[in-house]
């Protein structure tokens, strides 16, 4: 799904209506509203993406299962201490200590 861009109609008042219109991130900016053909600009943005993303998505994902699978490692700090200890994957060490 492309991202979501704001335009905003060029008025005389600065007032100009704002619309929202899908473009691929490659796409030149529009320079007339699509129905009107009034001048428009681009509202300097970030992107809007919709992307399918869930709690349970990110999980499965982030799952030790998943990151042995796609040759990942992961770290977690032990609470006492600096210490990291591996949780998944079978390369590099086993520990690693912040403090040293």
Do not use: C, W
């Given at each position: ?16 209506e704002i619309f929202e219109i899908e473009q ?30 869930s709690e349970e998505k990110e999980r499965r ?11 990942f490692s992961r770290y977690e700090r032990d ?22």
């Amino acid at each position: 799904m492309p991202p979501i861009y704001a335009y905003r109609v060029i008025e005389e008042d600065g007032e100009g209506e704002i619309f929202e219109i899908e473009q691929s991130l490659g796409s030149t900016p529009i320079s007339e509203h699509p129905l009107t053909g009034k001048s428009v600009v681009r509202i300097l943005d970030s992107p809007s993406l919709s992307l399918k993303h869930s709690e349970e998505k990110e999980r499965r994902m982030l799952s030790a299962d998943n990151l042995n699978k796609s040759g990942f490692s992961r770290y977690e700090r032990d609470p006492g201490s600096g210490v990291y200890h591996q949780t998944a994957g079978k390369e590099g060490p086993k520990e690693i200590n912040r403090e040293d």
